[in-house]
């Protein structure tokens, strides 16, 4: 006689999956158009691995490993605990990290920076009544701005810069005017947003200091770092992995892998639609060879392909590459697919920031300044 599984076990099993698929809908929103464009337009699999961009992936997946052995060391809670005494107000706090976020963009990439930034913003947030939605919005608004600067901040950036001959120096020179355009909006944003009362503090329990842990995952980062930047991120990952393997299994057993499928997903998903012959039709009918037509493509395809597809979709049909790093850079902001940062930052605050809350400040964010940077970089 066949036993039935008792109502209440099934009962709690859906719920179960109800709860993930709220959890996890970004990846199941992508999954979906990845299926959707399959049928609609049919590519051999090979493609699809070529889209999941591997290199990135390996990146992704180095950094989220060595930064979560950093949180499991409790530096960062011991740093939040160090850095509060000598803020005295929510608004020192918010300008401190949104500074601090920009500055390490340009010489660390945007998403390092925020797997530094976000941790510490979360345990801030533990020890004290900040707002940590507000900050941790902020801190997406300044690693865009500050990884604008650099031809080594994002992977657009890295692109346009090997695309367009121009040395290091010259290439920040032509980036630096909307960058600081960008990068003032953000402090701007900060000062109106945050409220200049006291910090209060609480009485939070301190985990205990693992410092090999944490010397074991500073030493992860900084291979991974270097790695990434010449160009060797499998190999850097494959290494991360190995030393945490044997040094620090649990630390490896808490990173969100669930990002990472999230990641691959909307490689594939974008990929396929930047590629997509409607949409490939269409950019062949507008003029990129006017300043005006190149900046809102730029824009317009970062809210709808992410930046980076964007910048390779569009670099191919201009003879401005920079004008593009322009719009891409800018395109950042706005939906949180324009940048794969506001997901980053997004998922990092682990159910403290919407994405309501991310967009009804990141889109008129993305309108006020792509406003203000045209008008004040055209003429010049």
């Known amino acids: 006689m066949a036993i039935r599984p008792h109502p209440a076990h099934e ?111 979360l345990a801030l947030g533990r020890q004290d009544r900040l707002p940590v939605s507000r900050l941790v919005i902020l801190e997406a608004l300044a690693v865009n701005a500050g990884s604008m600067l650099s031809p080594i901040g994002n992977p657009q950036n890295l692109l346009i810069w090997q695309h367009s001959g121009l040395g290091f120096p010259a290439f920040i020179a032509a980036m630096l005017p909307a960058t600081l355009i960008v990068f003032a909006l953000t402090v701007l944003l900060a000062l109106f947003w945050l409220p200049r009362q006291s910090v209060i503090s609480e009485p939070v329990a301190i985990p205990v200091t693992r410092h090999g842990r944490g010397l074991l995952a500073v030493a992860a980062l900084t291979g991974m770092v270097l790695a990434m930047q010449y160009g060797h991120p499998l190999i850097g990952m494959c290494g991360v992995l190995a030393v945490f393997a044997v040094g620090a299994r649990t630390s490896l057993r808490r990173v969100d892998w669930g990002l990472l499928l999230t990641f691959a997903a909307i490689f594939v998903a974008l990929g396929h639609l930047s590629v997509w012959p409607p949409l490939v039709q269409l950019l062949d009918h507008v003029d990129l060879d006017r300043s005006l037509s190149l900046y809102l493509a730029g824009i317009v395809g970062s809210q709808v392909i992410s930046n980076v597809p964007a910048t390779v979709l569009l670099l191919g049909h201009t003879h401005a590459p920079m004008a593009l790093a322009v719009a891409v850079n800018v395109g950042g902001a706005g939906c949180i697919i324009g940048s794969l940062a506001n997901l980053i930052a997004v998922r990092l605050a682990r159910g403290r920031v919407t994405l309501w809350q991310f967009h009804r400040v990141a889109v008129p964010f993305l309108l006020i300044s792509a406003v203000l940077v045209y008008l004040l970089t055209s003429s010049a």
Do not use: Y
């Open 11 to 121: 009962a709690s099993k859906a719920a179960s999956v109800r709860r993930w698929l709220i959890r996890e809908r970004l990846l199941v929103g992508f999954v979906s158009l990845a299926l959707l464009l399959a049928c609609i337009d049919p590519r051999a699999p090979g493609t699809w691995l070529d889209w999941l961009e591997w290199p990135t992936l390996a990146g992704l997946t180095g950094l989220m490993v060595a930064i979560q052995g950093i949180s499991d060391s409790g530096w960062t809670q011991r740093g939040a605990e160090a850095l509060l005494p000598r803020l005295h107000s929510v608004r020192g706090v918010g300008l401190t990290l949104v500074v601090t976020s920009a500055l390490l963009a340009t010489v660390l990439t945007n998403d390092v920076s925020l797997f530094l930034m976000v941790p510490l913003t």
